[in-house]
């Protein structure tokens, strides 16, 4: 059973940082495109970032996070992070980490393109 696990989540002042891992068990070889999203109460699940695990293309981003958070993984650990600096209260929300070793391009930016959530990690920003 594949499974991504989230951690790294928590309570920041605005204008903080934290970090956000995500490691993914029971995959044979490395996911092809790992990515995060978050959901905020009573909000719709959104994209937040994502990679690939192989070519030169660069990551993506959301665009209310782009300058701000920056994701990476490490292929032999098959994890995958994400750093949010300059956090906002608007950031606050339930961040999950998905992946697929299958992949269309055009879709890294929609959840149903991906196969394994994790159960998501709480971030909370206080102003």
């Known amino acids: 059973q594949v499974q991504p696990m989230e951690s790294g989540g928590g309570l920041v002042q605005e204008g903080g940082s934290l970090r956000l891992s995500c490691a993914v068990s029971g995959r044979r070889g490395n996911s092809y495109l790992m990515g995060w999203f978050r959901q905020a109460p009573g909000g719709i699940r959104l994209f937040v970032a994502a990679i690939k695990s192989t070519g030169t293309n660069d990551p993506w981003y959301a665009d209310s996070v782009r300058g701000r958070f920056t994701i990476s993984r490490d292929r032999t650990k098959n994890t995958v992070y994400l750093q949010m600096n300059s956090l906002k209260p608007q950031d606050t929300a339930v961040y999950y980490c998905?992946?697929?070793?299958?992949?269309?391009?055009?879709?890294?930016?929609?959840?149903?393109?991906?196969?394994?959530w994790g159960q998501g990690t709480q971030v909370t920003v206080s102003s």
């Open positions: 998905a992946e697929t070793i299958t992949f269309i391009p055009g879709t890294y930016y929609v959840d149903t393109a991906y196969d394994y």
